[in-house]
C-alpha cells in the first residue's frame, strides 16, 4: 500500500482515513508474516501532504535541513503509526502517486535556487531515509533507482558511483535497478549499473510488450531469453552484488497472458536460473493449455521474441536510446504534433526523421520487418496443426483470433514503413516510378489496415497510420497540392507561440468582463500525454489521445453549457504548459459543444487544476480562435 495511505497526518479528514487503512492493513501484515512473508510499503519520492511542512512551502528547498527533517519525519510517523511494517520501498522516478490533497516534489530536480547538486540530493535523500527505517526502526530500505533521464543515475555508472559512495550505509538497503538501459526493451544493452559498489542489488524485471495494450488481444510475449541472459551476465561478475529479482507487477501464472508468462518464467528463474529456456516454455504452456499441445505452443511461445522484435521495432532509431520505440506505444501507432490542429504536418516531420535515419539501412530495415512477419505468419501456421489439442477449446479459439491479430499488427506496421519510404521517395523524386511504387505501397497499407480492423476483438489506435494514409493518398492524387498544405501549415514552434497568445487572451477576458463571467465548472485531473476534454449541456467525457491514459481526481460542472453560442474561457490553477486551451466553442455545427485541449507537455504525469468559465458577449474584437480544427483551411 502506498505511505500516503498510512502516515498519520496533521489533517482530520485525510488522518481519519488513514486511521481505518491501517486498522485493515494490520492483519494482512501478520498473515503475511504467518506464511513466512514480509510486507512493505511503498512510496514515490517526495509526495507528501502539506502538513508534513506545516504548511509552508518555503520549506520545500533541499538546501535546508529542516526539509531533510521533514522527509524523515514522514518515515518515522509511518513506522509509528504501523510497527508491524517490515519496511518500505521508494521510487524516484516521474512522480505519479498523489491524489487528492497530497502533492509532489521532485527533490532531484525542483528549486533551482537551491545549488546542491544530483548527487548531493539523491546521497542526501539515502542517508535521511536509511537513517530512520533501518537506524531508528531496524526495517528493511528498498530504492528503486528509476528515471526518465538517460544521463542521470538509472543507467550512467558515472552517476551511480557519485551517488553510491561510502557514505551511504549497506546494511539493509537493497538498490533496484531495471535490467535493461533505456526505457523500452528490444535493441537495448544491459543496464550497466550493477556490480560497481558493495550495495546489495536486486535486478527488476518488466513484461517487454510496449505494444500491447490491456485488451488488444494480441498473442503473449515470451522474454524469457532476454531476462535469463541478463540476469546471468550480471551474476556472472566475481564481485557481484545482484541479491535477488523483482517484478514489476504480477498475476497469477496460471494464466494465458503475456503478465502470466512473465511471472511464471521470473518464479523459475529465481530458484533455477540457469534452467532451459525451452522447458520453461513449455511447462507454462502445459499448465495453461495441456500437455497434448504444449511442445509446439512452446515453439510458438519462443518465437515471439523474434516476431515481436523484428517485425515492430526498427533498429536504425532504437539502439542505445532511452526511447527505443518512438513511433508505438501500449495499444497505439503515435500521431505527432498536432493532428487535430495541424492536418498532420508535425507527424509527417516526425516520420521524415525515421525515414531520414533508416535511409542508409533502408534493404535492411525492410528485411528485418519482413523477418518479424515471416516469423508470425510461422506461429499461425504452426498452431493450425495443433489447434484442436489445445485444452480447454475456448482458448483455443482466443489463441487463433491472438495470432490474427498479432499478425495483422505485424503486417500493418511493415506495410506502414514501406509506405513512409516510398512517400518520402516521391515527394524528394516525384519520378513516374516512385509515384507507383507509392500507390502499390498505400494500396497494400490500406488493405491490411482494413483487415487489422475487421478482425473480432479490434481495439487498436491506428491514428499515425491514418495520417500517413491521408497525406499518401493526397501526394498521388496531387503532389502540387500535398507540398503546399505543407508548407501552409506553421512549424510546431509557431502554433505553440499561438496557443500561447490564445491563453494570455484568456487571462485577459477573466481581467476585463469579471463580472460577466459564470462558472462552468471545476477540474483536477492527471494528464501524462494528450487529452481533450468534451463538454456538451451536463455532461463530459474525456478522450484519450496519446501516452498514458488520464485520471479523474475531480469532475464537477456547475451549471450546464448553454444550447447557444457562448465562449468558454479556462482559468490556470495549476497546470504544467501548455495550459488548457479551448480547441473548439460551441456552435450550431457542433451542436453547441466544447473541447478541451490538455497537453502534458514534460516528462511524467502532470496535475492539471482548472477552473472553466461562460462568458456570453457580443464582442468580435477578442481576437480568439473559436475552432482550430479549421484555424489553418481557412
Known sequence: ????????????????????????????????????????????????????????????NPCLPEFWERVKEKYRLLLTALPELDGVEICLDDI???????????????????????????????????????GEFNKTYFNKNWGLRDHEIHCQPEVYRKVFTDEIPTENLFVKIKITRGDRWWFQPYNRTFNLTPHKTVVTFEPMNYYEGSDTNLFPTFSGEYFQNGLKYFLSNEDTNVSGLSYLGGVSAKEWSTRGAYVYTLYRLTWEPDVNMREVARDYCAINLGIESADTMADILLDTAYAYKYGLFIEPIAYGQFNSFPHMRVGSFVAEGYPLIDLGKGHIQFLRNIYLQCLPWREFVLNQLHFGLNKANGMKFKYEGIRDKIQPSYLSEKIGNQLNMTQSLIQTHTAYIETLFCYFNYLDNPSFENKVDLKNALLNLTNVWATFKSIPGFNYKLDGVNVLIEHAQRAVENLTGEKRLLERIPEQKEIDRLIQEQQEIYKRIREECQGELKKLGHFELLIDGQDLLHIQGNDYRIEHLRWDGPTIISAELTCPLPQKEVLVIPMNINTRPLHPFILQQPCKSNNYSTIIYLDDRPGGTGRFVFDLYILETEKTNLHLIKNWQEYFTK
Open 1 to 60: 500500500m502506498n505511505t500516503l495511505d498510512l502516515v498519520p497526518w496533521e489533517s482530520d479528514r485525510e488522518n481519519t482515513k488513514n486511521q481505518e487503512h491501517v486498522r485493515q492493513l494490520k492483519p494482512l501484515v501478520e498473515w503475511a508474516h504467518s506464511l513466512g512473508m514480509r510486507y512493505f510499503a511503498f512510496s514515490n519520492e517526495l509526495t507528501y501532504h502539506p502538513s508534513l511542512f506545516q504548511n509552508n512551502m518555503e520549506l520545500l
Open 96 to 134: 505519479s502517486g498523489f491524489w487528492d490533497n497530497y502533492h509532489p516534489f521532485d527533490i532531484l530536480h525542483e528549486n533551482p535556487e537551491c545549488t546542491m547538486s544530483y548527487e548531493e540530493r539523491y546521497r542526501n535523500l539515502l542517508k535521511s531515509i536509511h537513517q530512520v527505517v533501518v
